[in-house]
Nanobody
């Protein structure tokens, strides 16, 4: 089992920044893909960014490209999501997820095996 705990959410004004953290424990592996998703009220859970924990390229959704960055220190904890130039439409619950059987970096949430409890991000003036 893998446990994921997100932190760093909060209320921020438009144009501001936040950094989310995802700490993993349990039977983790550097082969896992670590991803960030978000879900706004009444909407589906959407892909934000993901990368293999051991390194390599990062996949970022077009809606946040150039504003959000996923970062990690090789296979060490935690995994971060740096969010800059935040917009009201970025308001959502943000989830960290791990794909334990990743042959590729998936964008579909159903392919991820483990999830955190989520952290609320609200962008409002």
């Amino acid at each position: 089992q893998v446990q994921l705990v997100e932190s760093g959410g909060g209320l921020v004004q438009p144009g501001g920044s936040l950094r989310l953290s995802c700490a993993a424990s349990g039977r983790t592996s550097s082969s896992y893909v670590m991803g960030w998703f978000r879900q706004a009220p009444g909407k589906e859970r959407d892909f934000v960014a993901a990368a293999r924990w051991s390194g390599g390229s990062t996949l970022v959704a077009d809606s946040v490209k150039g504003r959000f960055t996923l970062s990690k220190n090789n296979a060490k904890n935690p995994v971060y999501l740096q969010m800059n130039s935040l917009k009201p439409e970025d308001t959502a619950v943000y989830y960290c997820a791990a794909d334990a059987n990743a042959g590729f970096i998936a964008t579909r949430p159903t392919l991820y095996d483990y999830w955190g409890q989520g952290t609320q991000v609200t962008v409002s003036s």
